[in-house]
């Protein structure tokens, strides 16, 4: 009778410390609701401001010209001329942020400054997406007064 009490004791403790040593299984980056919402947004104004430049770029009154750069290496006068090159650039930057994003947050799953990892990972598609719904909102307003003429940006 003994050795079945003990057995009981010896078999719930195991089992008790099995389930208290369980690893967790990590949670994937598009599991997330709010990541998913990023992403999408992320994506979004980058469409849109592809579509918006495009439009601005092939007005009729020609009065407003691209004459900015990717990061000072080449200019975006080719890329922005085409409306497949554009969108093209504009989804593979999206691409690259999310790619970014995601990195951060699986190096949120093994490190102990997981919260950091996170907040990084949501910061980079919050920031890129402001910025990108300011310049969509900047270009809409030029085209609604059709700029000045021989403005650049």
Known sequence: MKSLVLFIVISLTQLACAEANAVKKPEQFFANK????LVATEIGSRIFDALSTHQ?????CHCIREKGSFYGLFP????ASSEVGFYAYSLS????QIEISRLLWNRSQRSRHAKLYRFASRAV???DATNESALVIN??????TRGRHGMTF
């Open 34 to 37: 709010l990541n998913r919402s």
């Open 93 to 96: 930057y999206a691409t690259a």
């Open 125 to 127: 598609l919050v920031v």
């Open 56 to 60: 601005m770029l092939t007005d009729p």
């Open 139 to 144: 270009t809409r307003r030029l085209i609604a």
């Open 76 to 79: 975006m006068r080719q890329i």
